[in-house]
């Protein structure tokens, strides 16, 4: 068993700032758990735009405080993201987070995350694993 404590994960190496300066993750369950998701507490600025494109993972998100607009790309369609609201990105969608207020969720990934994930010009996270750390 794993209990894990926002709090425990400040200013560690689970304590994710995007190099774009638009959101901070906390990775509270990652790939090394080996349980084949990953879990993360994040938060998006408010003021902020963040486009996002996860080529490579299945992304669900669940609102926990704040308020975003949330564009399809691929589509256009707009989106009114509030406490209570989850949207479930399972076709590797192309999207846009516009965050009115600091947009705080909660996500899940599949194939989890190794947290050294960073979005890339495109907006998408490479396909790490933790045979990779090795590399590191």
């Known amino acids: 068993m794993i209990v894990r404590s926002l709090s ?3 200013d560690t190496d689970r304590d994710i700032r995007s190099k774009s300066g638009t959101w901070r993750s906390r990775r509270l369950v990652l790939a090394q758990e080996r ?3 990953s879990l993360h507490e994040t938060v998006l600025y408010a003021g902020t735009t963040t ?3 996860y080529a490579n ?3 669900a998100v669940l609102c926990v405080e704040g308020e975003a607009e949330l564009t399809n790309e691929e589509t256009g369609e707009k989106h009114w993201i ?3 609201t989850m949207y479930l990105l399972d076709g590797h969608e192309r999207h846009t987070l516009r965050p009115r207020t600091d947009f705080r969720c909660v996500c899940v990934f599949n194939p989890p995350l190794t947290g050294r994930e960073d979005h890339d010009e495109r907006g998408v996270y490479p396909l790490l694993t933790e045979s990779d750390r090795a590399a590191d």
């Open 8 to 10: 425990d994960l400040d």
């Open 35 to 37: 349980v084949g998701f």
């Open 51 to 53: 486009a996002m494109w």
């Open 57 to 59: 993972h299945v992304e």
């Open 82 to 84: 509030s406490p209570g």
